[in-house]
Each structure stands twice: as C-alpha cells, then as structure tokens.
C-alpha cells in the first residue's frame, strides 16, 4: 500500500521562485526506505516550467531519487536536496541571463505558483495545505506588491524565456489587482476558519512545510 505525504515548499528569498507557493506529493511504496519515493508537483501542471527540475506533467528531476537513494535517506534528506535545488540557478546554458529573465519567472511565479494555485489549482479547496499557504501568502504580500509595482513599466511588453519562447505579455498590474483581490478573500475566509474552529483543536492533518521567508 502506498501513502502519500503532502509537501508546501515556499520560494526562497532572494530567488526568482521567492514567495511562490509549491505543492508537491510524495508517494512511498510498501518497500519504502528500499525503494526511493516519487515526488511530484501540484502546482501549474500543464503550465510552462518554473525551473529546470521541475519537468512536465509534475515531474520533478530531483537526483537524490534517482541516482543517490539509499535505505538511509529518510523525507529531512529529500526536503534538504529540493530546496538546494530549487534555490540554485533555474536555468543553465547560454540562454539564460538573469538581468534579462528574471522578470519573467516573478511574473509567471506570481501568476502559476500563488494566484492560480489558490484560484484553480491544488490549494483551491479547503484543506490544511491551503491554511498553510494562506499563512505564507499572508507573510509573503509586500513582497508580492513590490515586484509587481516595481516591473509595471514592462506591462505590454512579449515575455520572452530563455529558450526565446513568448509565455505572453507582462501584466504586472493585473496580476497586483488579482492578488489584492486573494488577500481579501483570504482575510474573510481566515475569520470564518476561527469562528468555526473549536478552541484549542487542530485540524487531524498536518502537511510538511517548507522554506524560507523574508525577516
């Protein structure tokens, strides 16, 4: 029998992926810790990469499970090896240049990994990973209006990646607008989350959280 563990990442600071919201499951067969476990991302399935470990359909290209696994690697192994990964350069090769890219994945970070993630994607129904990211989410706000209001220049302008691939056109000042409008709607729903909450009772699931934030 397999059982599953459900894991928030938060983006690290000071990385292009900073405050994005990332929801993985890892799957354990019944010979786990003889057999790796398989990993995979919630978030922005179908959507272009965010970085180059993280491969399509949620596939995530993380070594340690592929190469590295040993019966002596337990989930503080595997959570250590995704945010170093996650934390490095996003892209290798001559085609990525920071200064000229790193715009792009804050704009589709914030689109894909916080506001469709609550919106649409894995963390849009009720449950104990959603009231984790409400949390981040909560913290990580300045930061969200700050990148949006210092790239609103670029509005209108082609998102041109890397690869020299289009993902569509700055909107930096709607995505601002979306995100105030979250950040309501997470205040309301945090209220109504206490109000029916029984003092001193906790929800019976807990997911692993992980990450850094700004001080």
């Not at 000229?100 to 589709?108: I, K, N, S």
Request: some cysteine; glycine content about 8%; hydrophobic content about 35%.
């Amino acid at each position: 029998t397999f059982f599953k563990i459900h894991i928030l990442v938060t983006g690290q600071y000071d990385t292009v992926l900073e405050g994005g919201l990332l929801h993985f499951q890892l799957y354990c067969p019944p010979d786990y810790p003889f057999t790796a476990p398989s990993l995979q991302l919630l978030t922005g399935r179908g959507s272009p990469s965010l970085h180059r470990v993280l491969g399509s359909r949620g596939r995530v290209l993380l070594p340690l499970l592929y190469q590295g696994w040993s019966h002596t690697r337990g989930l503080a192994d595997i959570l250590s090896s995704l945010q170093d990964a996650l934390a490095s350069q996003p892209f290798t090769g001559q085609g990525w240049q920071p200064s000229v890219h790193r715009a792009v994945l804050q704009h589709c970070t914030l689109h894909t990994a916080v506001l469709e993630g609550f919106q649409t994607g894995s963390m849009s129904l009720r449950s104990p990973v959603r009231q984790a990211a409400r949390e981040v989410f909560m913290d990580s706000y300045s930061y969200y209006r700050q990148v949006c209001t210092s790239n609103m220049a670029r509005d209108g302008q082609q998102m041109i990646d890397h690869m020299g691939q289009s993902r569509g056109i700055f909107q930096f000042q709607k995505l601002l607008n979306r995100l105030e409008s979250l950040k309501h709607d997470l205040e309301v729903e945090k209220r109504w989350a206490g109000a029916l909450l029984e003092p001193g009772k906790q929800p019976h699931f807990q997911p692993v959280v992980a990450g850094t934030s700004r001080a």
